[in-house]
């Protein structure tokens, strides 16, 4: 018994070890099988889509350097125009810029012209389309009363007011800055407001036709200024554009300098000594303000300079007194000659020269404002004679001949009307072919045709004027802009007149 029960005993752990290897290698095989057929599904997906991969890897690249290429096409047409047609098509439109520019400018007739020099323009729809809106504008015009063309005025324009106006109570200068000069910032918004309400700088020649009569002598009669319905027509001028060595260190510009572009700005020096350039006054403002509002001229006028000439014109020193060994060699002129030891007066002159001619072809024109600034129904003929030589001799050759005469410290040659043919001063002035004749006055309109001369008073807006209207003390400028809108904060109180 015991010997079966053993052999039982080792049957079954015999039977139990050869489960246990049946068990074992059918794990093996699995495990084999499984990764076999991994290796096969590996070399499958690589054989049947691995090229596949890199062709559609390649296409996409194809297409894209095709998208790139079609965007280059676009951005880049080629230019199937000839060197002629691009040049051709250039002109064609510059000149409808310019024709633009002079329709702007109440100049139909200029516009239409230049548009009329263009070959071919009867068949071009768009230079014919211009053509018709120039015919209409002009249609629409009415004409100017020339009795209701006022005459507004400045002296140089205050840079820096801290400066300008500081000690009031005890500077005299500072005073007189006061009293006769107009801010930049007051400038700016007289010049905007009246714009605004209609006004159009005309030329004070633009006022006047001239004829002959049958023995020759001229004649002066009413021109016609022809303006859109609501435009206003007004002269412009600014006195002393000298730079007078009493402006130095009180923050006013110090000469009037040509840019890059030939165009006149100014040049100022700072506080600290430092020069800079840009727009500093009277011209290169409004030709900065005409150059955005072309409507606010009449055919590009701009205004009347009128020089004096004892300190030289545009801040150089242009008059023959700076010469060592003058009597008229002041202690002014002494002080400038010794900070400026390389003065060369032919040099002064050419320069001063140069910048008027550029001023003038900007549509700038110039008077005399007398050499010496005197005061014309004071000095006697003898006198007036003097210091028209003086002008003759150093401010006619820079600026070229005038016709214009700006009376200085608002005096004039007798009262308003006829100027008396009896008249010694008048009668000189007359011979020296001089036609047109302003003083200073607080008219709103006060224009005189006379026979073969035209008189026009003239309206300081200086700081007296803006002041005393702006605190309501008169009330003579608000036809043109309300003074108390456009007062510089950094103005003090303006003192009576003396």
Request: charged share 30%; aromatic share 12%; hydrophobic share 35%.
């Amino acid at each position: 018994m015991e010997e079966q029960t053993d052999k039982l005993e080792v049957n079954t752990n015999m039977r139990k070890q050869n489960q246990k290897r049946a068990k074992l290698k059918k794990w093996i095989k699995t495990v084999f099988c499984g990764v076999f057929m991994g290796c096969v599904g590996i070399a499958l997906i690589y054989y049947f889509f691995g090229s596949d991969s890199e062709s559609i890897q390649l296409n996409t690249e194809e297409m894209e350097i095709e998208a790139e290429t079609d965007v280059v096409f676009e951005e880049e047409p080629v230019n199937t125009e000839s060197p002629e047609e691009e040049e051709e098509k250039r002109r064609r439109q510059e000149l409808i810029t310019q024709a633009d520019r002079l329709a702007s400018s109440y100049d139909y007739e200029g516009a239409i012209g230049l548009i009329q020099t263009w070959e071919g323009y009867e068949a071009d729809a768009e230079l014919q389309e211009k053509i018709s809106a120039c015919e209409s504008a002009r249609a629409d015009c009415v004409p100017v009363n020339m009795d209701d063309v006022t005459h507004v005025f400045y002296h140089s324009l205050v840079v820096d007011p801290a400066r300008a106006f500081a000690n009031q109570e005890k500077d005299f200068q500072a005073v007189g800055n006061n009293q006769w000069m107009t801010t930049i910032s007051e400038f700016q918004k007289i010049t905007q407001e009246m714009y605004d309400r209609g006004y159009v700088i005309v030329s004070i020649h633009d006022l006047v036709d001239v004829s002959t009569d049958e023995n020759g002598n001229f004649v002066f009669s009413p021109a016609e200024i022809m303006l859109p319905p609501g435009k206003r027509a007004y002269v412009l001028s600014q006195d002393d554009l000298s730079y007078y060595h009493c402006y130095d260190n009180y923050g006013f510009a110090s000469k009037i300098v040509l840019d890059e572009e030939g165009k006149p700005v100014c040049e100022y020096i700072q506080e600290d000594g430092t020069r800079v350039t840009g727009a500093y006054d009277v011209v290169p403002l409004l030709d900065d303000f005409i150059e955005e509002h072309p409507d606010a001229s009449y055919r590009g006028a701009k205004g009347i300079i009128a020089l004096t000439g004892y300190n030289g014109i545009l801040g150089y020193r242009t008059d023959s007194s700076y010469v060592s060994g003058s009597s008229d060699l002041n202690e002014d002129k002494k002080i400038w000659l010794k900070e400026h030891p390389d003065f060369d007066l032919e040099r002064e002159r050419a320069e001063a020269k140069k910048v008027a001619e550029a001023m003038k072809e900007d549509g700038w024109e110039f008077a005399s404002h007398t050499w010496g600034h005197i005061k014309i129904s004071d000095s006697s003929l003898g006198r007036l004679q003097w210091d028209t030589q003086r002008w003759r001799e150093n401010v006619e050759p820079l600026v070229g001949p005038v016709d214009t005469i700006i009376f200085a410290h608002g005096q004039d040659l007798g009262d308003w009307g006829e100027y008396p043919l009896s008249d010694g001063k008048y009668k000189y002035l007359r011979e020296q072919g001089y036609r047109i004749f302003c003083n200073v006055d607080s008219n709103l309109y006060r224009t005189w045709f006379g026979r073969d001369y035209l008189r026009q008073g003239r309206r300081n807006l200086d700081g007296y004027r803006i002041y005393r209207n702006a605190a309501g003390m008169e009330d003579n400028i608000s036809d043109l802009f309300d003074a108390a809108e456009i007062i510089d904060p950094l103005r003090p109180p303006v003192p009576p007149l003396k």
